[in-house]
């Protein structure tokens, strides 16, 4: 099993910038896919990135390609959402999550694990 925290969520003008990070614990991270979930207010969460267990296979929803970066270091069992160009309709609850297999990866029902999530606002 494998616990999940995110951080580096805040308040950003619209065209700012803010870097999430989700540290894992417990079970070795190297052997999960991770991905990048949001969740705006009553609404369901919907898929924002995904990264394969070395990095090797990425993929982004396409309302933030070009935006957002994913990334992972396996060495500091953290994945990082580097977030370009914010916008308003990018606020949401930003939650990072785990995976055994990346089947489906845009799924969160293929993801068992979660953490709190962290809060991103941008103001126009």
Do not use: D, I, K, N
């Given at each position: 099993q494998v616990?999940?925290?995110e951080s580096g969520g805040g308040l950003q003008?619209?065209?700012g910038s803010l870097r999430l990070s989700c540290v894992a614990s417990g079970r070795s991270f190297s052997s999960y896919t991770?991905?990048?979930f949001r969740q705006a207010?009553?609404?369901?969460?919907t898929f924002v990135a995904h990264i394969s267990q070395?990095?090797?296979?990425i993929y982004y929803a396409d309302s933030v390609k070009g935006r957002f970066t994913i990334s992972r270091d396996n060495a500091k069992n953290?994945?990082?959402l580097q977030m370009n160009d914010l916008k308003p309709e990018d606020t949401a609850l930003y939650y990072c999550a785990a995976a055994l297999s990346s089947g489906q990866y845009?799924?969160?029902y293929?993801?068992?694990?979660?953490?709190q999530g962290t809060q991103v606002t941008v103001s126009s």
């Open positions: 616990q999940l925290e003008q619209a065209g991770m991905g990048w207010p009553g609404q369901e969460h070395r990095g090797g296979s953290t994945v990082y845009y799924s969160r293929a993801y068992p694990y979660w953490g």
